[in-house]
């Protein structure tokens, strides 16, 4: 799974960090940061590979209650999970 978050569309609101404090949290300027496994965080596109079923659900849990739909997860191939395409 991949994931990022666009700075522009962020308000802070924190959602995300509320349902999954172990993968976003609020940088300096307020806005959801993506934490990495070597404990840096950037909103940038991050890779979680051998997630298991419950992280990644929660992941998108919390993708899906971002207010702004500013937090974009794509699966291993590169499609866009969320938000949905129609
Ligand atoms: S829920 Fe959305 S708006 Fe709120 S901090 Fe997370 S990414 Fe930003």
């Given at each position: 799974m991949r994931l990022r978050?666009?700075?522009d569309l962020c308000i802070g609101a924190a959602n995300c960090?509320?349902?999954a404090p172990l993968v976003f949290?609020?940088?300096q300027e307020g806005k959801s940061v993506i934490i990495k496994k070597d404990g840096s965080a950037s909103s940038d596109l991050t890779e979680y590979v051998d997630l298991?079923?419950?992280d990644a659900?929660?992941?998108l849990e919390a993708a899906k209650s971002c207010p702004?739909?500013?937090i974009y997860v794509y699966d291993?191939?590169?499609?866009q999970i969320?938000?949905?395409i129609k």
């Open positions: 978050v666009d700075r960090v509320a349902i949290k609020l940088d298991n079923e419950k659900e929660l992941i702004t739909l500013a291993d191939d590169g499609k969320w938000p949905e």
